[in-house]
């Protein structure tokens, strides 16, 4: 009898069908020819028929080039650092998309000459905190950390707090950030209580710059004290306030949340922040502040090295400028719309025989914003089974396993994506 993987079509042949023409296009060759391999391979061990190659690499190939894949967000938590932090606004993506071919990032059309990088997101950021003289982007917030203390205090002291020596995630500590840039740390204080005493004591000839760091990602309470900011400031050197979550102006429903206006006004010299975070823009540390020690920073060999991209820019800007991104949207979501479409939904899901059933939920803020302040919300409960099926799912949908049920909380879901959701519900059936 004659071996059937005979019949298994070539390598060349495969990748020349017309019906591969439009993934090869879109996907490139290369892509494509690494999914025929792998799907010549379930041929030889029979899990493919020789004649259903082509289907299956049609099945198998992903609708990108690129292997993350968009998921919906049903976690309840709106700052999520493991789903990519902040989603963007539709108008930051077609931002993007514009900015993604040749684009004026630092060309003036008008005279033909070049122009300043990016100029138009920081006109924005400008805007946006009237208090800051001058502003400044690079990638992320550690970054603008690093650079004020490669700028401001090489081979100095950065004066700071036992209690704000903090690890940012991944395993990074502030400390050791610092550190790296060849700035020593004068500790003051204790973990949960440090004066302004303490503070002044320590300050003296080798002072770059006092540091507040906002904890962000956990809380010490209890018998705890520190100074504010308009007292650190007085203190006659920089203070620099590290504000981590990119809240650029107070937000009622976070009252304990530091932001880059009331820090200013309260005497800080500079700024740092998170782009991707409460701004909800894209990943960049914003750095706000005296103009002179921006100035001092943007000039630093080392801006060159942490300089953001135009696809950055172009985001940032759209971000500040545009409608509402969806992390200030989830935020300020009403609670009582949130429990109508959870009855809604689960109505219907029930409806289709799903144990389906709607609850009231605590969100998050997440992203280390605003820690241990619950935001009131509304999920679809589900037995626990669905959260694996779910993540498996086109789009896989991320839930969370509370007492043995699977939470979709709406918090976090677009309601244009309700039909979604319940779609993906149901193919798990």
Do not use: W
Request: proline share 8%; glycine share 10%.
């Amino acid at each position: 009898m004659a071996d059937p993987r005979r019949a298994i079509p070539r390598t060349d042949l495969v990748l020349a069908d017309p019906r591969l023409a439009p993934a090869v296009a879109a996907l490139g060759r290369s892509l494509v020819k690494t999914a025929v391999v792998e799907a010549q391979q379930r041929a030889r061990e029979g899990l493919v028929p020789p004649t259903g190659v082509v289907d299956d690499v049609l099945a198998a190939l992903p609708p990108r080039a690129s292997s993350l894949r968009p998921v919906l967000n049903a976690t309840g938590v709106v700052v999520h650092t493991n789903l990519g932090r902040a989603p963007l606004s539709r108008a930051a993506v077609a931002a993007v998309a514009d900015a993604a071919g040749c684009t004026d990032v630092e060309f003036d059309l008008a005279t033909g000459a070049r122009a300043r990088r990016g100029r138009g997101a920081l006109a924005a950021l400008a805007a946006a905190v009237p208090d800051a003289g001058d502003v400044h982007v690079v990638n992320n917030n550690a970054a603008a950390l690093l650079l004020c203390a490669l700028a401001l205090a090489p081979g100095r002291e950065i004066v700071v707090s036992r209690g704000e020596l903090v690890e940012i995630g991944d395993g990074f500590r502030i400390p050791d950030l610092l550190a790296s840039t060849g700035a020593r740390l004068r500790e003051v204080g204790t973990t949960n209580r440090t004066h302004l005493r303490d503070y002044a004591d320590a300050i003296g000839p080798d002072t770059g710059f006092v540091l507040r760091v906002h904890p962000s990602n956990f809380r010490v309470t209890g018998f705890t004290s520190a100074p504010d900011p308009a007292e650190l400031a007085a203190l006659g050197v920089p203070l620099v306030v590290d504000i981590g979550s990119g809240l650029l102006a107070p937000h009622p429903l976070l009252p304990d949340e530091p932001d880059a206006a009331s820090a200013l006004r309260a005497g800080a010299a500079l700024v740092t922040a998170s782009g991707d975070k409460l701004l909800g823009g894209p990943q960049a540390g914003l750095l706000l502040g005296d103009a002179d020690l921006v100035h001092r920073l943007r000039r630093h060999p080392a801006a060159r090295a942490l300089r953001v991209d135009k696809l950055t820019l172009a985001a940032l800007e759209a971000t500040l400028l545009g409608p509402p991104a969806p992390v200030a949207v989830a935020l300020d979501a009403d609670a009582d719309a949130l429990r109508a479409r959870a009855e809604e939904l689960a109505a219907a899901l029930a409806g289709e025989g799903v144990d389906a059933r709607a609850t009231a939920s605590a969100a998050a803020v997440g992203g280390g914003g605003a820690p241990g302040v619950e935001l009131p919300s509304a999920a679809v409960s589900l037995p626990e089974r669905y959260a694996e099926r779910l993540r498996a799912g086109r789009p896989p949908v991320v839930a969370r396993v509370e007492r043995g049920r699977c939470l979709l909380d709406l918090r976090t879901v677009d309601p244009a994506d309700d039909d979604v959701l319940r779609e993906a519900v149901l193919g798990c059936g």
